[in-house]
């Protein structure tokens, strides 16, 4: 009987053994194989399988008989499948529904053996598809796990010869498997890209099917599933050269799946550069891919601090070299900035391992982004020094900080970290490497009326440009900060108040005569602010009628301010006041400088003479030194004075001649003394 | 030019030592139109500088026209002291009006100044003010414009 059915035996032969000893067709031979088993296997064969044949060699005991690979009759069909007839099919499964569960050595059942080598297409599924027993348990071969735990859907996709309709079959039939996971913890999913072969070929409609799943059973959650090796779907697909908008999908379903990295330490975009040179020859549009898979990363920080498995390659090094769209690098400069100061494995800075992008640049509006991009990386990490004397980098930060104050008013965040360095920037062992001259640019260029808000940015510790900015810079805000940066007020109650002025105390920033700070200590000054401009212009116009040289004994004015004036003090100041930050010691003290319109800045005295007289500090000496020189003063500003006036009032105590002799009122003086 | 209100709070000790004189918001000097300066026009300095010929007396109907001289310039209307039915101010003046104040006008002069200086004189060599103050330098009663206004040259004797 055995030799009959290998060596073709007609049908009638066979019939004629059989009836002969009906018996035979359950006796095996030393392969374990019953006759039916023999003629499944027959690779002799040509042309399909005989029906009738096999329903002769048929019998529920055969039905249940293994071979020496533990394989049922039913097997054996499914492997011959596309040589056997449905029918024939149908009646093995008949003859034992529980062959439909029955294992082979490796733990598969005829359902799991149905997606090997070729397609096995929706009848025969829907056959193997079938409950083992009409009514009563559900427990069907969908549901089979072999010896490394797939259940027939994972082993489907992993062999990738099913199309979605199959696969859609197999999840309706039991739709937790979508999310089950076999020994090594991958997922219908991550089956599906584990083999270089199958990966490429995976088709949108597949990984749809399996994302979709059935039921209460989301396959979505899948696309983060981890398998043993920490991997995910995403992580085998780009490493197997899966399809780009299978990638894309799965970016799509979950963009963080492309910032996680694997057992190895590689995003899925590291695992691009395992296949590159596949890339390069698709073709097809590598810069695209990759920026697909680069965006997600470029918003976690997490993800922008991950150097893959060959170390050193974090993704601001993928994405400088290439030529990608702005966003990315902004992102990932914002994500992780210290990576602008990381070298790769060949010890370039990103900076510099983007330069060698210069030759994609094609117009001008490339040109306009590249150099963008270039202004972006160097705001993270200045201190390269073949680029912080770049000229056309340092004109494209003017440019970018001129306009972005002039259009918005205020900075963006790469333009503040410029900013901040451009004024703090000091080099110790040279006094000529800072950046005075460019922030001088930067001043210059802008309205005036924008001066405050670039000195109203902080820095990240949240400390003003004031208090960060280099000597020299700090001398040249002072130049142009005319009147309010010039001073350091006193945080005392002002030394005196009237119902039209208020004199406070301060301190004069020293400038030198180039208009630098110097080193002496800050001067000690009063400010006197005046609501009247009547008593400002008489302050201002009665000490210009004498000059330094005529008089020591007039406290000066070392300058002074209005807002009806239109010198440059005067409109400076009308700008200064405006700063609520400079402002705030003296709003601290009520002073609302909108009603104060003008003021005067004085060296300031050690006292007034009442204060020294009635504190007992007074000597004779003293008495006679001070009157002698106010006395002086007092004859100086008469004889000087624009005014000419008539003794018109005859003072009765005191003649003027008598005033006039100084000697005289000293000894005078004197003699009231003793 | 003169200062206009040489007090003692107004004469500062530097720190080299020298006396300066400060504030000159009340000051007097020529102005380049001619026009002629009179005491008061302006910024009225402390009253307790000032020399008799500074103050007046009205009487009942030039206190009314005081009042209507000043009416619209409340805040800039010099201080009066009234006691026992006198009335004295000081002979402020108001610009840019037509009208004429209820008292004569008193050119501004170094004589300001000059007595100004000699009552520092004596607070100095006495320890005293010839005539009483407050802490702003100002008199503050009747009396002691009374006082002021008495002074002559028997004064003191």
Redesign the interface.
């Known amino acids: 009987m055995h030799h009959a059915v290998k060596n073709g035996a007609s049908k009638d032969i066979i019939r004629c053994l059989i009836e002969s000893s009906p018996e035979s067709i359950t006796v095996q031979d030393n392969h374990m194989n019953a006759p039916l088993h023999a003629y499944l296997k027959n690779e002799k064969l040509e042309g399909s399988l005989s029906s009738s044949i096999i329903s002769m060699l048929l019998s529920p005991t055969v039905a249940s008989l293994v071979d020496r690979k533990n394989r049922t009759s039913l097997h054996l069909a499914v492997i011959a499948k596309k040589i056997i007839r449905l029918k024939a099919l149908r009646m093995i499964i008949d003859a034992n529904r529980n062959s439909l569960l029955a294992k082979d050595s490796h733990g598969r059942t005829p359902l799991h053996i149905a997606f090997l080598e070729e397609s096995v297409g929706m009848d025969i599924l829907k056959l193997l598809l079938q409950d083992p027993i009409q009514s009563g348990i559900h427990h069907r071969a969908a549901m089979v796990e072999d010896n490394l735990g797939k259940l027939p859907l994972q082993f489907a996709c992993e062999n990738g010869i099913s199309n979605e309709q199959e696969l859609s079959a197999l999840i309706e039939a039991h739709p937790m498997s979508i999310i089950a996971t076999d020994s090594k913890g991958r997922s219908p999913l991550h089956a599906l890209f584990i083999n270089k072969k199958v990966a490429k070929s995976v088709s949108v409609a597949t990984v749809l099917a399996l994302l979709a799943g059935h039921g209460d059973f989301d396959g979505q959650c899948t696309v983060k599933m981890e398998d043993e090796y920490s991997s995910l779907p995403i992580h085998y697909a780009v490493k197997n050269g899966a399809a780009s908008e299978v990638i894309a999908m799965l970016i799509e379903t979950q963009p963080e799946s492309a910032c996680i990295p694997n057992g190895d330490g590689d995003l899925p975009i590291h695992l691009i550069f395992s296949r590159r040179n596949e890339i390069i020859e698709d073709g097809g549009e590598p810069l695209d891919f990759l920026q697909m898979l680069i965006r997600p990363v470029s918003l976690s920080r997490e993800a922008c601090k991950t150097s893959g498995s060959a170390g050193s390659m974090y993704p601001i090094h993928i994405a400088c070299n290439y030529f990608l769209s702005l966003d990315i690098y902004e992102n990932i400069l914002r994500s992780y900035p210290k990576c602008a100061k990381m070298k790769n494995s060949e010890g370039l800075l990103p900076l510099e391992v983007f330069q060698s992008q210069k030759s994609n640049v094609k117009n001008e509006s490339d040109a306009s982004i590249f150099m963008t991009i270039q202004v972006e990386i160097f705001a993270r990490n200045t201190n390269i020094d073949q680029f912080k004397r770049n000229d056309s980098l340092l004109e494209s930060i003017v440019s970018r900080i001129q306009s972005e104050i002039s259009n918005d008013g205020v900075l963006s965040e790469t333009s503040i970290i410029l900013w901040v360095w451009l004024c703090s920037y000091d080099n110790p062992d040279d006094e000529n490497d800072n950046y005075t001259d460019t922030v001088d640019e930067i001043f210059n260029s802008i309205d005036r009326d924008l001066f405050n808000d670039l000195l109203s940015i902080k820095d990240d510790h949240g400390s003003s440009i004031n208090d960060i900015a280099c000597s020299k810079v700090k001398t040249l805000i002072q130049k142009h900060y005319y009147f309010v940066g010039k001073f350091i007020f006193e945080p005392v109650p002002p030394i005196h108040r009237?119902h039209d002025?208020v004199i406070v105390g301060a301190f004069l920033i020293n400038l030198n005569d180039n208009g630098e700070l110097s080193s002496e200590i800050s001067k000690p000054v009063v400010i006197k602010f005046?609501m009247?401009s009547?008593?400002?212009r008489?302050?201002v116009?009665?000490?210009s009628?004498f000059d330094d040289n005529l008089t020591?004994?007039?406290?000066h004015i070392l300058f002074h301010f209005s807002l009806d004036g239109n010198r440059v003090d005067d409109i400076r100041f009308k700008n200064d006041i405006q700063d609520e930050k400079l402002l705030e010691p003296l709003v601290a003290q009520g002073i609302d400088l909108q009603y104060y319109r003008s003021a005067i800045v004085?060296?300031r005295?050690?006292?007034?003479?009442?204060d020294?007289?009635n504190h007992s500090l007074?000597t004779k000496a003293d008495?006679v030194?001070?009157?002698k020189?106010?006395?002086k003063?007092?004859l100086t500003?008469?004889d000087?004075?624009?005014?000419?006036?008539?003794?018109?009032?005859?003072?009765?105590?005191?003649t003027?001649s008598f005033?006039k002799s100084v000697y005289l009122?000293q000894i005078w003086?004197m003699v009231?003394?003793h | 030019m003169v200062h206009g209100d040489v007090t003692l709070r107004n004469i500062i000790k530097m720190s080299n030592g020298k006396y300066s004189i400060s504030d000159f918001d009340s000051s007097y000097y020529k102005l380049t139109n001619g026009q002629r300066t009179y005491f008061g026009q302006h910024k009225i300095s402390s009253s307790g500088c000032l020399p008799p010929s500074a103050f007046t007396i009205l009487n009942e109907e030039e206190e009314k026209a005081f009042e209507i001289y000043w009416k619209s310039r409340a805040t800039d209307k010099p201080t009066t002291w009234s006691s026992s039915g006198a009335t004295y101010t000081t002979r402020s003046v108001r610009r840019g009006v037509k009208i004429r104040p209820p008292y004569t006008r008193m050119k501004a002069s170094k004589s300001l100044d000059v007595w100004a200086f000699g009552l520092i004189l004596y607070y100095m060599a006495t320890g005293k003010h010839l005539f009483s103050v407050d802490k702003d330098n100002n008199v503050c009663s009747a009396d002691v414009v009374e006082q002021i206004l008495g002074w002559d040259d028997n004064a003191g004797m």
């Open positions: 009237s002025n005046m009247k009547d008593s400002y008489r302050e116009e009665s000490r009628v020591d004994n007039v406290v004085m060296e005295g050690m006292c007034d003479v009442e020294e007289f007074f008495t030194k001070c009157l020189q106010v006395g003063a007092l500003f008469h000087h004075g624009q005014c000419k006036f008539h003794c018109f009032i005859h003072t009765k105590v005191i003027y005033f009122l003086s009231m003394l």
